[in-house]
């Protein structure tokens, strides 16, 4: 079994759905919890940063964390084409320097 | 603000040609750095990470090998290319004061033929 274990996608949906985005994880330790972007050929775009379990609202993203289920979310409110990139999740916990990634899932926004 | 400069940005190299690929971290100091790679279609696999000058843990025992010789300063190499050390290379770092916010550099796009 994978660490973190994320959909590959493609997921597609029409300009201003509602969009979620999930991981699960196996590692009950781990503390801190990330969103990223990459759009293609670009590096990873840090979008949001949690600890520990709860729900975090930055704009038209929140973060969801339910460390009971070990399980992670990013939904993505009024979706924009501009959207449409692969999202990857990933996880640490505390002391340690390996991050875990999720492979990522694809998404695109149709106008 | 903290940037994270990464060059080349895309590099083709021939089998068993030396690599250096830089990484270099503006706006703060004494950063945890790190070196990812990342497969056509496949996840960021962890190459290295350091905690100081010096200091450097590897995850990968292949033939590449990393350096820091200065605080903000990352070097990736290999004395001989391979194909499969083609991908994307990603540097990274964390935000001043948040020890596990962590982010990427714009990376370098590794075409070895």
């Known amino acids: 079994q994978k660490e973190v274990e994320q959909d590959p996608g493609p997921l597609s949906v029409p300009e201003g759905a509602i969009v979620s985005l999930n991981c699960t994880y196996s590692?009950?330790?781990?503390?801190?919890f990330m969103w990223y972007r990459q759009y293609s050929r670009k590096g990873p775009e840090l979008l949001m940063y949690t600890y520990s379990s709860g729900n975090k609202e930055d704009g038209r993203f929140t973060a969801q964390v339910d460390k009971s289920s070990k399980y992670i979310s990013l939904f993505i409110r009024d979706s924009q084409p501009s959207d449409s990139a692969t999202y990857l999740c990933?996880?640490?916990?505390?002391?340690?320097?390996?991050?875990?990634f999720g492979t990522g899932t694809r998404l695109k926004v149709l106008a | 603000s903290q940037t994270i400069h990464q060059w080349p940005a895309t590099l083709v190299q021939p089998v068993g040609s030396p690599l250096s690929l830089e990484c270099t971290v503006e706006g703060t100091s004494n950063p945890n750095l790190y070196w990812y790679r990342q497969a056509a279609g496949r996840g960021l696999q962890l190459l290295f990470y350091s905690v100081g000058i010096g200091q450097i843990s590897s995850e990968v025992p292949q033939n590449l090998s990393a350096s820091r010789p200065q605080d903000r300063q990352f070097i990736l190499s290999s004395k001989k290319l391979l194909l499969s050390d083609s991908g994307f290379y990603l540097c990274a770092s964390h935000r001043a004061g948040s020890k596990y916010e962590q982010y990427f550099g714009p990376g370098t796009r590794l075409t070895v033929t």
């Open positions: 990933a996880m640490v916990n505390s002391g340690t320097y390996k991050y875990i």
């Open positions: 590692n009950s330790a781990f503390q801190y």
